[in-house]
């Protein structure tokens, strides 16, 4: 069973940050990639951030160059550093966990900006 655990969401105002981390415990089989996406009221899940197994990395448009996504692979942990937020970035993130037999979803954490 693998179980992935969310932290790090919370209210912030225009302009914060906040970090999101993921981490994932269980009988995790080899890795593809770890990602966040997020869902807005209304709106359909989207894909925030993602990172590979040979440490690459891929972002939406909407968060290029105020997100980071990174990896600690001895803890099987991910995060997102989220900086210069903004109100349209208010959402339920979810941490992603795509491995070569499987793929598992976090439970979220939600994300609010607004002053």
Do not use: H
């Not at 993602?50 to 001895?74: E, H, L, M, P, Q």
Request: aromatic residues 10%; hydrophobic residues 30%.
């Amino acid at each position: 069973q693998v179980q992935l655990v969310e932290s790090g969401g919370g209210l912030v105002q225009p302009g914060g940050s906040l970090r999101l981390s993921c981490a994932a415990s269980g009988s995790i089989s080899k890795i593809n990639a770890m990602d966040w996406y997020r869902q807005a009221p209304g709106k359909q899940r989207e894909l925030v951030a993602g990172i590979f197994s040979d440490g690459s990395t891929n972002y939406a448009d909407s968060v290029k160059g105020r997100f980071t996504i990174s990896r600690d692979n001895a803890k099987n942990t991910v995060y997102l550093q989220m900086n210069s937020l903004n109100p349209e970035d208010t959402a339920v993130y979810y941490c992603y966990l795509d491995t070569v037999w499987d793929d598992y979803w976090g439970q979220g954490t939600q994300v609010t900006v607004s002053s």
